[in-house]
């Protein structure tokens, strides 16, 4: 079984201090490329930006799998420059705006610090009090000497950490699966064909999964991503049947999501592999949000999908909340699955 240690907890913590909001993933895929390059067997950087990376297996025609988690995070581009260190600014993805009075932000490739502003509650009258400030009455403020233009991107300025049993950062969603895949490379099993995306553009669309499946032609593909944990005490004694992953109960496994019904023969085959090797594992309920699988799936003449999620508190927020113990089980029912596939399983 493979371990998370000091080496994979500070490659964590350097993608995920990275700034790549979508369309603009320059920084994180120049940490993919430096971990990439010794270990692959071809390595692309395609029109979009992702990075597509090949570790030929052994054997006449071995499996060809592709492994996709995407770069990109949520956050923000200036659109206007309002004079004296003040921008307006438009949200990327989708981020709940509830979140942002007050949060400290960085902005362009030299992460200026600022802070996003809205009139103080002294200032403010009982109607403007009554309900939330929208986005249109926000601005960054990076003070008289910071400077920014139309289009630059900005995040929050939230820096990783380590608490115990969890990691706390901005951008897990899906730095985490960025590290998977990386990890998965440095240890590729070579009884298939491995094929990597690290994806652009999935938080407006899972852009770059759509051009990725189509340059691999995979046999099959898990998308690896983070999904909303829904375990917080809920007071009010409801059932909870959406978002039921929790915290610690190991990766969430998808029979099907908003753009996708997952290929039953996956599905079965990682619970199975999860079960046989006792690596804890979850089903994520039938429903809403959606993973890069939904574009992959419909490349060329159609792939087998799933998806594999590391479960998270607080997605799109500041701060997200993940568990050590379930990244590691992510990667080791990816890698034992890895191992035990082959052609046999799509027949079945």
Known sequence: MLSIGSPQIKLLEKLCNAMSVSGDEGEVRRIVLEEVKPYAD???????????????????????????????EVGFMIVKDDEGGF????????????HL????????????????GAKPIHLTDSSERSHPVDIESMRIDLGPEGKAKAGDRATFATKFKRVGPSIMSKSIDDRIGVAILIELL?????NVELCLAFSVQEEIGLRGATVAGYYFNPDLAIAIDSTPARDLPDYEGRENYTYNTKL?????????????????????????????????YQ???????GTDAGAIQQARSGIPVVSVSVPHRYTHSPISVSRVDDWKNT???LHVALQEMTPALLKR
């Open 42 to 72: 071809e390595v692309k950087v395609d029109a979009l930006g992702s990075v597509l990376v090949r570790k030929k297996g052994a054997g006449r025609k071995p499996l060809r799998v592709l492994l996709d988690a995407h770069m990109d």
């Open 248 to 280: 610690g109960s190991g990766p969430a496994i998808y029979p099907a999501h908003s753009p996708v019904i997952s290929d039953p023969r996956l599905v079965g085959f990682l619970a199975e592999v999860g079960t046989k090797h006792n690596i804890p």
């Open 283 to 289: 089903f994520r309920q039938p429903g809403g949000g």
């Open 87 to 98: 921008y307006q600014f438009r949200t990327v993805g989708g981020i709940d705006e509830r």
């Open 186 to 190: 440095k240890n590729a099993p070579e």
């Open 331 to 333: 990667l080791n029912l």
């Open 101 to 116: 009075v007050g949060k400290q932000v960085i902005v362009g490739k030299d992460h200026t610090p600022g802070v996003i």
